[in-house]
């Protein structure tokens, strides 16, 4: 069992940045693929970004050349670097983890085996 605790949400000015971490516990994190996910008022949950357990990294297009995504494996940290943000970034954002050695591209949800609660994400102009 994997537990995923995610920080760093809160409110940013359009334009502006943010950082989220995502920190794992409960089993060896460096084999998990990591994801992040966000879900908008009325939306369906959509992928953000995601990093394999080697470090190879995969983005949406909408936050492509904006968004950047890291691990830490000495600290079962994850994280989401946000620049430039934009009003339509406003989200609950979700920390995901898939138990797995492959470097494919998971970009739904049900391909992830834990979720973190999410932390809220709002972005004012």
């Known amino acids: 069992q994997v537990q995923l605790v995610e920080s760093g949400g809160g409110l940013v000015q359009a334009g502006g940045s943010l950082r989220l971490s995502c920190t794992a516990s409960?089993?060896?994190?460096?084999?998990?693929?990591m994801g992040w996910f966000r879900q908008a008022p009325g939306k369906e949950r959509e992928f953000v970004a995601l990093?394999?357990?080697?470090?190879?990294?995969y983005y949406s297009d909408s936050v492509k050349g904006r968004f950047t995504i890291s691990r830490d494996s000495a600290k079962n940290t994850v994280y989401l670097q946000m620049n430039s943000l934009k009003l339509e970034d406003t989200a609950v954002y979700y920390c995901?983890?898939?138990?797995?050695?492959?470097?494919?591209?998971?970009?739904?949800?049900?391909?992830?085996?834990?979720w973190g609660q999410g932390t809220q994400v709002t972005v004012s102009s």
């Open positions: 995901a983890a898939r138990d797995t050695y492959s470097s494919a591209w998971y970009r739904h949800r049900n391909e992830y085996d834990y």
């Open positions: 990093i394999s357990w080697n470090g190879i990294t």
């Open positions: 409960g089993r060896t994190f460096s084999n998990y693929a």
